[in-house]
T-cell receptor, first 115, second 112 residues
Framework: DSGVTQTPKHLITATGQRVTLRCSPR?????VYWYQQSLDQGLQFLIQ???????AKGNILERFSAQQFPDLHSELNLSSLELGDSALYFC??????????????FGEGSRLTVL | QKEVEQDPGPLSVPEGAIVSLNCTYS??????FMWYRQYSRKGPELLMY????GNKEDGRFTAQVDKSSKYISLFIRDSQPSDSATYLC????????????FGRGTSLIVHP
């Protein structure tokens, strides 16, 4: 158990809809990362938050947004969903920004299926 | 050219075999080299890491880095069916706000 909690584990929705994925980082971790994993693209970085502030952006679509709350949990909002958004969405946390780059603790992911 | 490249496999071996998993990267600033293991329907977990060039051993696992050729390897001795998973390399550098970049991962299947 990594200590990172993600909900929901599975989500099925229709095109055009909006969903929210939630992540609780490990206790004490200030940094949260969101990744998207699909079969053909591998693990793609979306966005990072550190102590409530956006720190870095990757290949995140404009239809997607995220935030980190004062209690350090984070939410990833996906809107106007398309079939191609079907993927596993992972949240990861780390103790400090890039203390040892690459050392992340991942949740079990939220599997999104868009029909 | 992608920053981190891995052959997706699958690589299928018999139990007890020595497995070699490889990864190449393009950024010469990388100093840390991580290997993550991901079981089916689970999140990746850190397996081991090395710093700069050289070898690091942890039980049946050995990580090797050759910075001159930008080549990373993970060796698994006496492979077990429980080693069946996807192995992702993730090089990185310390400091600043660098975001770990993952290879696509290599799927390993160890059959009894």
């Amino acid at each position: 158990d990594s200590g990172v909690t993600q909900t929901p584990k599975h989500l099925i929705t229709a095109t055009g809809q909006r969903v929210t994925l939630r992540c609780s980082p490990r206790s004490g971790d200030l940094s949260v990362y969101w990744y998207q994993q699909s079969l053909d693209q591998g693990l793609q970085f979306l966005i990072q938050y550190y102590n409530g502030e956006e720190r870095a952006k990757g290949n995140i679509l404009e239809r997607f947004s995220a935030q980190q709350f004062p209690d350090l949990h984070s939410e990833l909002n996906l809107s106007s969903l398309e079939l191609g958004d079907s993927a596993l969405y992972f949240c990861a946390s780390s103790g400090r920004v890039a203390v040892k780059a690459g050392e992340l603790f991942f949740g079990e992911g939220s599997r999104l299926t868009v029909l | 050219q992608k920053e981190v490249e891995q052959d997706p496999g699958p690589l299928s071996v018999p139990e007890g075999a020595i497995v070699s998993l490889n990864c190449t990267y393009s950024n010469s600033a990388f100093q840390y080299f991580m290997w993550y293991r991901q079981y089916s329907r689970k999140g990746p977990e850190l397996l081991m890491y090395t710093y700069s060039s050289g070898n690091k051993e942890d039980g049946r696992f050995t990580a090797q880095v050759d910075k001159s050729s930008k080549y990373i390897s993970l060796f698994i001795r006496d492979s077990q069916p429980s080693d069946s998973a996807t192995y992702l390399c993730a090089p990185g550098r310390s400091g600043g706000s660098y975001i770990p970049t993952f290879g696509r991962g290599t799927s390993l299947i160890v059959h009894p």
